[in-house]
């Protein structure tokens, strides 16, 4: 009846950046990171972990578990906002990568909500163009846009990919229902400026860089509100009880806002899936990579409801139910 995960993959950077490194680089602590985020590791690239090849190298195992080879592929979609260029998009890199040469290719950003929301594009393609098969892909390297000086930020976030196969299957398994959302009112909240333009008339004399810029307390607060209400909205709209969902995996932002999260919703914690204390933030990657790593794990079986949900800048949020 809609879109169906064929195959999922993730690929992470060798290094491991403990909170231990961190406190060599900014005034904080162990003690400080893992209890305000939960955050114990993450990963960070070095030479060859270019967000497009981390992508690539989430895809290729996707494309492997799916059975599925590059030249089948028809649509690559990748959600980023830390690709090494602007042009080409980061999705035309993975496709040179792959050799996916029937593929056509584009980049989707809605910060850390951008898998799910080109998921559900890729949803939307398919139930027009039934006979296609779609990457969907979430790939940050987002320590190429923190600035390691502010404490504020560089603790939180970490760089990998997860990557999915799509495919259209008359049945009941596949996206059930989206429920997205976006408010550019509150874009100042959570934000990363270009680089300084080259139009001096379009020039922001406020332009610290290219690297991310947020109010933590107020993102916080916004962001429990947020994805608890659209995932209620969708489940009332669906007429789904939240009884009936197997697995929530939701956007590995902080500890702290799944567990508010989790405690609002009145969720079971062990149907919750995460993985926060290993990886950072990692943006549009946390969604695949935990899916991935949960589903490795055989904690989803065939038939089970899963829930997703995300929260980031924009701001940008939503939820989706999946009949796996
Ligand atoms: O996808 C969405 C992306 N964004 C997020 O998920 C962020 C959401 N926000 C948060 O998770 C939290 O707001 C943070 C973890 C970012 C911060 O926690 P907080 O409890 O809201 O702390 P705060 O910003 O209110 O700062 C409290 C204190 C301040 O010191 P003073 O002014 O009270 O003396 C900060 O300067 O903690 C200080 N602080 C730190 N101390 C040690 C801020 N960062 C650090 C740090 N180490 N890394």
Request: aromatic share 6%.
């Amino acid at each position: 009846m809609g879109a169906v995960i064929l195959g999922t993959g993730s690929c992470l950077p060798q290094k491991i950046v403990s909170n231990n490194d961190l406190e060599k680089l900014v005034d904080t602590s162990d003690e400080w990171i893992v209890s305000r985020t939960g955050i114990s590791t993450r990963r960070i690239s070095g030479k060859g972990e270019a967000t497009y090849q981390l992508a690539a190298g989430a895809a290729e195992k996707a494309m492997e578990m799916a059975g599925v080879d590059a030249d089948s592929i028809d649509l690559i979609i990748v959600a980023t906002m830390s690709s090494h260029m602007l042009m080409p998009s980061c999705a035309c890199f993975v496709q040179k990568e792959l050799g996916a040469r029937n593929a056509f290719a584009y980049d989707v950003n809605a910060a850390c909500s951008g898998f799910l929301f080109a998921l559900d594009s890729g949803d939307k393609y398919l139930r027009v163009d039934k006979g296609k098969k779609i990457l969907v892909i979430g790939t940050e390297t987002l320590s190429s846009r923190t600035n390691w000086e502010d404490r504020n930020t560089c603790i939180l976030f970490g760089d990998g990919a997860g990557a999915v196969v799509l495919e259209y299957q008359d049945n009941p398994r596949g996206v059930v229902a989206s429920n997205l959302f976006s408010d550019g009112t509150l874009w100042n909240l959570l934000y990363m400026h270009s680089a300084p333009s080259c139009n001096p008339d379009l020039q922001q004399p406020d332009n610290p860089g290219a690297h991310i810029l947020m109010e933590g307390r107020e993102v916080f607060k916004y962001a429990v509100k947020a994805m608890e209400g659209a995932i209620q909205d969708l489940l009332i709209r669906e007429n789904i009880d939240l009884d009936a969902v197997d697995l929530m995996i939701p956007h590995q932002a902080n500890i702290r806002i799944l567990k508010k999260l989790v405690s609002r919703l009145g969720i079971k914690k062990e149907k919750v899936f995460i993985n926060v204390q290993k990886y950072g933030n990692t943006s549009a990657a946390s969604i695949p990579l935990a899916l991935d790593e949960a589903n490795r794990e055989g904690r989803l079986q065939r038939g089970d409801l899963l829930l997703v949900c995300s929260f980031g800048g924009g701001f940008t949020w939503g939820a989706s139910l999946l009949r796996w």
